[in-house]
Every structure is written in C-alpha cells, then in structure tokens.
C-alpha cells in the first residue's frame, strides 16, 4: 500500500470488505436524524394551529402521535445503525487484528526481536479497539449529522431563500470560533498521545518491577517517577483546554444562536406582507433543528485526530518490508549449510558480520565460542532464516534461503534458544506444537528422549498441567527442558542450540546432554556454547569475534593453533578448578 495515503484512506481499505454494511448503516442514520426533525415539523404544525383558533383536541392528539410515531422511528432507525455500524466495525477489527498477525510472520524475525513487545501488544490490542468509536460512529452518525443540516438549508432555500441565509448567519461566525479552538489541535493532540504513552510506559515499568522496588528500597523514587508522568500528563491536557476555553464557549454560544438574526428578518419580511405566517412559524422550528446534529457532529473531533496517530502505528506494522520468498517449495537432498561472503548489518547500526565465509556439511555437529557479542547468535539466525543477510548468501544444500519457501525453511530448523517461550496452556500442547499432528503417546515419547518424562509426572496434572503465561508456573530449568522436547518431536535435519542447556542444573545437566547426543545424531547440528567443556567432541569449532571468523577446527587443532581459542580454554579450565 501507498505510504503517502491519507489516514482516512487507509481506513476505507480496511473497511472495504464490508462497505455495504457501512452504506446501509449511513442510510439507518440519516432516516433516523430525518424522523428525529418530525417532531420539529409537528411543533410548527400545532403552533400554527394554536395561531388559526383550533380547539379541536383530537387534532392536536393526532399531530402528537405523528411526532411520537417520528421519535420512535429515531429511536429505531439509529439502534438499527449502531448494530449494523458496530458488527461491521468489530468484523473489520478482526480483519486488521488478522492481517497485522499474519504480517507478522513474514516479517523478518529481528524486527519482532528489536521491537518491544508491549509495543506490538498496544498496537495489536490497544490501538485497534481504538478505532471502534471511529468506524462504528463516526461514519454513520457523522455522515448523518451533516447530510440533515443541509437537506434542511436546502428546503428553506425553497420556503424562502432570504429566511435561509438568516438561518445561516451564526455558522461562519461560529466556524471563526471553531478554527481558534482547533488552531495547532493536530500538533497539541500528539503531544498529549506522547505524554499519554509516556504515562502508560511508567505505569507499567512500575507494577513490572515492584518486586526489585520493593526488594531494594526504591519505592519513593520509583513512585515519583510514575507521579511526575501522570501530574506532567493531567498540567498538559489542563493547559491546552484552558487555551481553547474561551473559543469553544463562543462555539456553543454562536452556533445555536440562529434565532438572533432568524426572528428580526422574519419579523420585518412579515410587516412588509413578503412572509406568510405558517412559513415564518416553519422556517424558525427548523432553523432550530440545523445546529444540533452539527453540534453532535463536533463530539467526533478528538476521534478524528486519534486517527491518523493510530493508522499510521499500524500501518507501520503492515508497511514493514517482508522477507521475500517464493511459493513453491524446492528440492532439498541434503542439510549441509554454506556462507558466502555474508556481511550483515541492521538497517540504521554498525555491521555485525564482515565476510564471513564457513561450510557445515551435513551431520555434523559444529560448535561456535568467542566472546559475548561477536556475532554468534547472529550467525545462527542467519542460518535460521530470522534475518536476511546484507551481503553474500546463506545456503542450505547449495540453494539460498531466499528461494526457499518460509514455510519449508521452518520445517528444516529447529531452534532452541536460551530463552525459550511457553504458551499459557498444557505441558502437552506446548510440546505437541514442535508438531501439531503428533499423537499423545509421541509428544511422551520426546520427554522420555530428552530425560523431562519424569519432571512432568511430578507436576500437580502432569503432562495436562498448565504452564502459565510465558511459563511462569515452571522453573527456568524446566522451561527450557520442555522447550528442548518441543524440538525433539519437530524431529528437523537442522537444529541449532543456543546454550540450550543454560539453565539446566549439575544435577540434569549430564542426563540432557546423554540424551541431545542420542537425538542429534545424523543430525546436523550448530552450537553456541559458553562453556568450552561441552563442545571439545565437536566435529567443528568455529572461534567468532568481532563478526569474523577467527579460526575453525577441531579442539585440539585450536589448542595448538588459536591464540584466542587458548585464552578462552584457560580461562574456563581455571573457573572449573575454582569451581
């Protein structure tokens, strides 16, 4: 889509599946403001007949039940427009909600990484459900409120056209008041939605770390910092309605005022025999009945500012470049993996790998050490397909990842990383989901391989106990320990494990990794390891620093060979020996 869209129009693109239900809801609306003006018609009708000397009451019970009949149509015609409006507008939510999700999985897996997840869950959550007043009432109900006004200017002009202009004389005087009140409102608006964010970030950094808060003392600092956010929110949004105070009065002031130039204009039409009685009773009711669906129209301005804040939030998501891959899957004979001349770098930030050439034939187990934030990690992913490279190519069997379909590139790795999530559901369906059409006995089959059987037994329902969200009924330890069971059923050609054994105690420790070494074989498998004791059987270690390949080779090869490799060696032997 065209990033130099209005707001406005990319709203209309997302309602577009369901413009019928919003045309009817417009039409309910406008039917339900014209019942709304019978009463209006009615009061001029009995007022003329109070004027001609009627006394007949069923006369008068007959025009009140015609502006009863008027208001109950109101009534119904607006609910019929809410209800249509409101279930167009929440199928329309669930199509962004969809599109935005669906996004999210082409998008490249460092742009979900880099992007905090409360951001993603406002936009996600917060902001969609704050275009619902937009879509279900302003469409409708502010179509509505200006299609009256006019339709009423329109038959005035055919009452008498010099009646009509004097109805008019407040709505340009009152539109004077209306541009000082609305006067930089865009700019004043973002400013209050930055404070409003800034207010929420601190509400929940706050309630997120009342434990240190309260751990370490902090909670005077920490609540002054959320109590200047919310003081500095509540001064800006006083400020700003007292600088428009005195506009917005003369709005509500000038606007309704029409009988002001209304009831002399008439009065002199009439002395001078140019305006009949019944039409100068007419032209007042209605020349009352123009201001208030205008009035009622005003109520949308603040929806309207949120609009293009929350649009563009989203659009940010849904505009975001996707990693390209085609649809038909390719021929893949074997898992070896190959980086030519691979340079990688975030779109605004320093390069994190510099021509980086390597070749892992497949099953083979190949480790990677070298100090924290040399480029590991982002070796792995590359590999993984989270990223796409900047220069160079990844390959799997010779074929670049970027003629391989997402999907079929997914199913050839399976990643373990050290910080695994779990979904708020049962030990079972966290590990089935490495393969959803796995039966029971084979998700029990994965903990038995990965020595977790027991640990799960050991829970209040078993392998039916709820993990919690993210987890947070498990230890670490056992988070990761279903997390590598998760990988073990997915059953890929490729796994990649990234300190998957960081949180595992002395204890287990031996029985998972007697248990990975039954799983990953003829497996090809890429390690990111810490400690060096575990990788020394490795058929390949590659030394990353400073996003180059250092050297490679086997334990003993580096031993002899790789200054940098001795130095991490040494340093480990000698935290062991303390140990």
């Known amino acids: 889509m065209d990033k130099e869209q209005s707001p406005m129009s990319r709203l209309m693109e997302f309602a577009a599946l369901y413009k019928g239900k919003y045309v009817l809801s ?96 406002n936009i996600l959550v917060d902001r969609v459900e704050g275009m619902e007043t937009t879509l279900a009432h302003l469409i409708p109900e502010l179509t509505a409120n200006f299609c009256i006004p006019v339709c009423i200017l329109i038959y005035l002009l055919f009452l008498d056209w010099r009646m009509a202009l004097a109805s008019m004389v407040t709505l340009p005087i009152g539109m004077l008041c209306y541009k000082g009140m609305a006067n930089g409102y865009e700019e004043k608006f973002q400013g209050l939605m930055m404070r409003v964010r800034k207010m929420t970030n601190t509400v929940v950094e706050y309630i997120g770390g009342i434990e240190v808060i309260k751990a370490f003392n902090q909670s005077a600092n920490s609540y002054q910092k959320y109590s200047d956010a919310v003081e500095d929110n509540a001064l800006y949004a006083v400020n700003w309605m007292k600088s428009v105070q005195i506009y917005k009065s003369m709005v509500f002031t000038v606007w309704p005022s029409v009988l002001v130039s209304v009831l002399p204009v008439g009065c002199v039409l009439y002395r001078n025999g140019n305006l009949s009685v019944p039409v100068f009773v007419t032209c007042i009711v209605l020349a009352l009945g123009i201001i208030t669906p205008i009035l009622n129209a005003l109520n949308f301005t603040d929806s309207i500012a949120q609009m293009k804040s929350i649009v563009g939030e989203i659009c940010s998501v849904l505009d975001e470049k996707e990693l390209e891959r085609p649809v038909q899957p390719v021929k893949l004979d074997t898992s070896s993996i190959s980086m030519e ?96 059409t796995a039966t029971d006995e084979e998700v029990y089959q994965a903990a038995r391989d990965c020595g977790c059987y027991d640990f799960i037994l050991k829970l209040e329902n078993g392998f039916q106990t709820v993990v919690g969200g993210a987890g947070g009924h498990l230890s670490g330890g056992e988070r990761q320990r279903i997390a590598i069971a998760r990988a073990v059923l997915k059953n890929a050609p490729i796994v990649i494990l990234d300190e998957a054994t960081a949180y595992i105690d002395a204890e287990n420790e031996a029985l998972i990794q007697e248990a990975m070494a039954k799983i990953i074989a003829g497996k090809t498998v890429l390690m990111i390891a810490h400690r060096l004791s575990t990788i020394t059987d490795a058929d390949k270690i590659v030394v990353v620093k400073n996003g180059h390949i250092e050297a490679e080779g086997t334990h003993q090869n580096l031993l002899q060979t790789c200054s940098l490799y001795q130095e991490m060696w040494k340093a480990h032997m000698d935290t062991k020996d303390v140990a």
Request: include cysteine; glycine fraction near 8%.
């Open 26 to 121: 417009v039409v309910l609306a406008i039917l339900g403001v014209a019942a709304g003006l019978v009463p209006f018609f009615v009061v001029s009708k009995i007022v003329l007949l109070l004027i001609g000397g009627e006394t007949t009451v069923s006369v008068y019970l007959r025009w009140c039940v015609i502006a009863g009949v008027g208001f109950l149509a109101k009534v119904c015609f607006f609910n019929l427009s809410t209800f249509v409006s409101h279930t167009a507008t929440f199928e329309t939510l669930s199509e962004i909600r969809i599109q935005l999700v669906d996004k999210l999985t082409r998008v490249p897996m460092g742009y979900i990484i880099n992007t905090p997840s409360g951001q993603l869950k």
């Open 341 to 436: 001349n691979v340079s990688f770098s975030y779109e605004e930030g320093t390069s994190l790998l510099e021509q980086v050439n390597l070749t892992i034939p497949e099953k083979t187990i190949t480790a990677f050490v070298g100090p924290s934030g040399g480029g590991k990690s982002t070796i792995t992913k590359l590999i993984a397909g989270f990223w796409d490279v900047t220069v160079g190519a990844v390959k799997i069997d010779g074929i670049n990842i970027r003629k391989i379909p997402l999907e079929q590139l997914m199913n050839q790795v399976a990643y373990i990383s050290q910080d695994n999530y779990l979904f708020d559901e049962t030990v079972l369906e966290n590990i089935r989901m490495g393969k959803p």
